[in-house]
């Protein structure tokens, strides 16, 4: 019961938290100077033509009634019409997220294989030059930001060495016959393998570009928590027991190191999702943190909303999901 009621809590303070968000962005945009009916319209337009659009898209109203009107549109579904592209906000937003959470996916499943393989490296072999080395890695990779990353791999293996694709999503030449836009699970679902493997070699170097930052923290923790657990009482038995030390590590250590790990990665897959902004502009790629670029550019009111809530509604939805599967695999949590 306490549990379900620590749940219910969760979703109300979730659902807060997003009318919050709708409120600060939707103020905070509108005071930004620049007038986006003015960006629409030709040199030659009329003050006629600039009121009229004004209307339509309801910026004449106060700021206050504005809001009013959009959030009782969302409340039906109805994120209101992208100003550059006339089209419907929540179809842009949905056709492009895909793109963005499978390369996040990507990005998290290259992090936790590095940083679980730096962290199971250096805790088998502490103390020795190699975990120095590990240590030295790992502060590298944190301090380059994400986008220099980025930079450094388009130079290195899109310039220097072109071993793989530096910009797009797909290679536009081939025939794309998805009835999805999660290209990269679909072209797999359908055994189209060639598709997948030109669809994984557009999105391995910016994914690569955000996961190094991630995979050093998970590699720090990790460690740190897998060394803690080395002195505890049932792992010594196990080493009585005659079984080797990768034997402790990866069957008694881990298992019970593993737990800060998983809040950490699910923590850091929001902040994943928020990076993917400036790295798909890097790489061209068609994802929702390029439209979102594209939208603050253009001062696409509808669709910055639309994009801020998007996300807002992932990053709690994560840290919801995360939280939860915290106290389902945490028996003290559970049954506190």
Same mark, same amino acid.
Request: aromatic share 8%.
């Given at each position: 019961?306490?549990?379900?009621?620590?749940?219910?809590?969760?979703?109300?303070?979730?659902?807060?938290?997003?009318?919050?968000?709708?409120?600060?962005?939707?103020?905070?945009?509108?005071?930004?100077?620049?007038?986006?009916?003015?960006?629409?319209?030709?040199?030659?337009?009329?003050?006629?033509?600039?009121?009229?659009?004004?209307?339509?898209?309801?910026?004449?109203?106060?700021?206050?009634?504005?809001?009013?009107?959009?959030?009782? %549109?969302?409340?039906?579904?109805?994120?209101?019409?992208?100003?550059?592209?006339?089209?419907?906000?929540?179809?842009?937003?949905?056709?492009?997220?895909?793109?963005?959470?499978?390369?996040?996916?990507? $990005?998290?499943?290259?992090?936790?294989?590095?940083?679980?393989?730096?962290?199971?490296?250096?805790?088998?072999?502490?103390?020795?030059?190699?975990?120095? $080395?590990?240590?030295?890695?790992?502060?590298?990779?944190?301090?380059?930001?994400?986008?220099?990353?980025?930079?450094?791999?388009?130079?290195?293996?899109?310039?220097?060495?072109?071993?793989?694709?530096?910009?797009?999503?797909?290679?536009?030449?081939?025939?794309?016959?998805?009835?999805?836009?999660?290209?990269?699970?679909?072209?797999?679902?359908?055994?189209?393998?060639?598709?997948?493997?030109?669809?994984?070699?557009?999105?391995?170097?910016?994914?690569?570009?955000?996961?190094?930052?991630?995979?050093?923290?998970?590699?720090?923790?990790?460690?740190?928590?897998?060394?803690?657990?080395?002195?505890?009482?049932?792992?010594?038995?196990?080493?009585?027991?005659?079984?080797?030390?990768?034997?402790?590590?990866?069957?008694?250590?881990?298992?019970?190191?593993?737990?800060?790990?998983?809040?950490?990665?699910?923590?850091?897959?929001?902040?994943?999702?928020?990076?993917?902004?400036?790295?798909?502009?890097?790489?061209?790629?068609?994802?929702? %943190?390029?439209?979102?670029?594209?939208?603050?550019?253009?001062?696409?009111?509808?669709?910055?909303?639309?994009?801020?809530?998007?996300?807002?509604?992932?990053?709690?939805?994560?840290?919801?999901?995360?939280?939860?599967?915290?106290?389902?695999?945490?028996?003290?949590?559970?049954?506190?």
């Amino acid at each position: 019961m306490q549990f379900l009621q620590s749940v219910l809590l969760r979703l109300c303070t979730t659902l807060i938290t997003l009318i919050g968000v709708a409120v600060i962005v939707f103020f905070v945009i509108r005071v930004v100077p620049g007038n986006p009916i003015a960006m629409m319209l030709p040199p030659g337009a009329t003050e006629a033509d600039v009121a009229r659009l004004t209307a339509l898209y309801g910026l004449d109203k106060t700021i206050p009634q504005q809001f009013l009107i959009w959030l009782s %549109g969302v409340a039906q579904g109805d994120f209101g019409t992208s100003i550059t592209t006339k089209q419907p906000v929540l179809q842009l937003v949905l056709s492009r997220l895909p793109a963005t959470l499978e390369l996040s996916v990507m $990005a998290l499943c290259i992090a936790i294989l590095i940083g679980g393989f730096m962290a199971l490296t250096g805790t088998r072999l502490r103390g020795s030059k190699t975990e120095a $080395a590990i240590d030295i890695g790992n502060g590298m990779a944190l301090s380059v930001p994400d986008f220099l990353w980025g930079l450094i791999l388009i130079l290195s293996f899109g310039v220097l060495m072109p071993i793989f694709h530096i910009s797009g999503r797909v290679t536009p030449s081939l025939p794309l016959p998805f009835t999805t836009n999660f290209y990269l699970t679909e072209s797999l679902l359908r055994l189209r393998f060639d598709l997948w493997l030109d669809i994984a070699s557009h999105m391995f170097m910016p994914a690569l570009a955000l996961a190094i930052p991630l995979a050093a923290i998970i590699g720090q923790l990790l460690k740190q928590s897998l060394k803690e657990t080395m002195h505890l009482d049932y792992v010594t038995l196990a080493r009585t027991k005659g079984y080797s030390e990768t034997h402790v590590i990866l069957r008694e250590a881990l298992p019970n190191a593993i737990l800060p790990t998983l809040t950490l990665v699910g923590v850091q897959f929001t902040f994943l999702i928020g990076g993917t902004v400036i790295i798909e502009r890097l790489f061209s790629y068609e994802g929702l %943190g390029n439209m979102a670029i594209d939208a603050v550019v253009n001062r696409d009111l509808p669709l910055i909303q639309g994009i801020v809530i998007l996300f807002a509604v992932i990053f709690t939805g994560v840290n919801l999901l995360v939280d939860l599967t915290y106290a389902a695999l945490n028996p003290r949590l559970r049954h506190a």
